[in-house]
C-alpha cells in the first residue's frame, strides 16, 4: 500500500518541517519497517531521493518545466473547486495561490505513483491541498492533527485558529476528511462538539516513544537535585514561571537546566541574570542523542507548558524512569498520576511549582520509587502502538475504497 504523507512545510531546509521535525520522520520510517510504501513531499529538494527507505519528492523535479502548463492546471483545479477556492480567495489570495501551487505536485503523485492513502500531518500548507485533490480521485485522507489545528489563544501567540484563512480553511476541510487521528481526548471531544465531527471518524492515537536504552550516566550521583526542562522558550511552554520558582529554591540543593531556543530566550536569560540564580543554566538545542544523555543525567523533569497535544519528552522522561513534575492540564492529567509517577501543579502559581520542587529535594526516595512505576507508563505510549493504530485505519479505508462509495466525504 502507499501511503502520501504530507508534512508541516513540505520543506527539507526548515526547523519544523518533515525530515528535521523527528516525530514525523521516526513514523515513516516505522511504517516502511512494517512493508508501507511511504513517499514526502519536499521542496528545496533537487531531485527525488531515498532516505531510511521513505521516498522523498521533489517538489521542484514536479512542477511543470513551461509557464503556460502551470497556469493550465492552476486553471483547471479551481474550476474544479471553484465555491472552496474562491472563498478562500476572498480571505486571503497570497494563501489560495499557495493551496493551488501545492496541487500541481499533489495531484501528480496520486495519479504517478497510484497513492492509495493520504496522510495530512498539520493542514498547512500541503493538507488544504492533498485533501481537496483525493476528493476529485476518490482517495481516502487521513488527517493526524497535533493541537495547534483547533486551538485559538493569541495571548499565547499560539493557535491556526488565530488566523480567519486558516479557521476558513479548517471549516472547508474536515467534511472532507476519511479519519481524523488525535493525541489526546480533549481534542477527540473538541472535534466532535465543537466542529460537528462523528465520533467514529475519529481516533484517539497518543504519540509513542521509540525503544531506547537508558544512556549512561556521564555524572556521579549528586546530592544535589537536578531538575530539567525542555522546549521551545516561548509563551505557551511558560518557562517564565520556572525561572519565577527557582528564585524561591536557591537555598536548597536544587540544579535547574533549561534547554530550548524561542523568541523569550533573551528575556529569560536576563531574569536569571536580574535574579542572580546561578543554580540555573539555559542551554541551547542539542542533537537528540545528547538531549538523551542530558535527560539520563537528570533526576526529574518540569513541564510547565500551557498546552500541549501528547508532548514527547515527557513520555521519554517516563521511558527513562524519570517522574515528572508538570503543570496540571488535561493532556498531562491522561499520562501523570499523582504521586505515582510525578506531580501536577497550577502553571499559573510559581510559588506552588517552588514548594513541589523543594519537597521533591527533600524526599530523593521518592524518586527512586517512582522510577518503575514511570516506566510502566511509558509502556502504554509506545511508537509501536501508534504504528498499528495507523496500519488498522489504512486497512480499513482499503477496504471501504475497494467497494462501493461516494468518495471520503460521504461513503468513507
Given at each position: 500500500m502507499k501511503v502520501l504523507f504530507l508534512g508541516i512545510s513540505a520543506s527539507i531546509k526548515g526547523p519544523r518541517d518533515g525530515i528535521t521535525y523527528p516525530f514525523i520522520a521516526k513514523e515513516m520510517r516505522a511504517l516502511v519497517e512494517r512493508g508501507f510504501d511511504v513517499l514526502f513531499l519536499c521542496r528545496h529538494l533537487p531531485a527525488h531521493r531515498e532516505i531510511d527507505g521513505v521516498t522523498y519528492l521533489s517538489m521542484d523535479q514536479l512542477l511543470e518545466r513551461h509557464k503556460w502548463q502551470r497556469v493550465c492546471r492552476a486553471v483547471v483545479f479551481f474550476v474544479k473547486h471553484f465555491r472552496a477556492l474562491r472563498t478562500l480567495a476572498q480571505c486571503d489570495l497570497t494563501r489560495t495561490f499557495t493551496v493551488i501551487a501545492a496541487e500541481r505536485c499533489i495531484g501528480k503523485i496520486i495519479d504517478e505513483f497510484g497513492v492509495d492513502i493520504v496522510h495530512t500531518h498539520f493542514l498547512w500548507p500541503t493538507g488544504e491541498a492533498g485533501i481537496l485533490c483525493s476528493q476529485e480521485r476518490a482517495v481516502p485522507v487521513v488527517a493526524t492533527l497535533r493541537g495547534a489545528e483547533l486551538v485559538n489563544r493569541p495571548d499565547l501567540n499560539y493557535g491556526s485558529l488565530r488566523n480567519p484563512f486558516f479557521r476558513l480553511a479548517t471549516e472547508l476541510s474536515f467534511p472532507l476528511i476519511s479519519r481524523f487521528t488525535v493525541p489526546n481526548h480533549q481534542l477527540s471531544d473538541r472535534l466532535t462538539e465543537e466542529f460537528g465531527v462523528l465520533e467514529e471518524r475519529v481516533m484517539y492515537l497518543p504519540n509513542g516513544v521509540e525503544k531506547f536504552e537508558v544512556p549512561d550516566l556521564q555524572n556521579p550521583p549528586s546530592e544535589r537535585i537536578r531538575f530539567i526542562a525542555v522546549g521551545r522558550l516561548t509563551e505557551l511552554k511558560n518557562i517564565g514561571v520556572l525561572i519565577e520558582a527557582a528564585r524561591s529554591c536557591v537555598k536548597h540543593d536544587i540544579d535547574i537546566v533549561i534547554v530550548g531556543e524561542g523568541n523569550l530566550k533573551d528575556e529569560l536569560h536576563d531574569s536569571i541574570n536580574r535574579y542572580g540564580l546561578k543554580n540555573v543554566v539555559l542551554h541551547?538545542?542539542?542533537?537528540?542523542?545528547?538531549?538523551?544523555?542530558?535527560?539520563?543525567?537528570?533526576?526529574?523533569?518540569?513541564?510547565?507548558?500551557?498546552?500541549?497535544?501528547?508532548?514527547?519528552?515527557?513520555?521519554?522522561?517516563?521511558?527513562?524512569?524519570?517522574?515528572?513534575?508538570?503543570?496540571?492540564?488535561?493532556?498531562?492529567?491522561?499520562?501523570i498520576n499523582e504521586g505515582v509517577n510525578g506531580w501536577l501543579f497550577d502553571p499559573t502559581q510559581a510559588d506552588e511549582l517552588s514548594e513541589r520542587m523543594i519537597k521533591v529535594a527533600t524526599d530523593r526516595g521518592a524518586l527512586d520509587r517512582m522510577s518503575e512505576q514511570c516506566r510502566n507508563t511509558a509502556r502504554h505510549f509506545t511508537l509501536d502502538r501508534k504504528i498499528d493504530g495507523y496500519a488498522m485505519l489504512y486497512a480499513e479505508l482499503g477496504e471501504l475504497r475497494s467497494g462501493p462509495h461516494n468518495g471520503p466525504a460521504s461513503g468513507i
Open positions: 541551547p538545542e542539542v542533537s537528540k542523542e545528547e538531549l538523551y544523555n542530558m535527560m539520563a543525567n537528570a533526576d526529574c523533569l518540569i513541564h510547565p507548558s500551557f498546552l500541549e497535544g501528547m508532548p514527547n519528552v515527557v513520555l521519554e522522561s517516563l521511558a527513562m524512569g524519570r517522574p515528572c513534575l508538570v503543570s496540571d492540564i488535561p493532556v498531562h492529567r491522561e499520562i
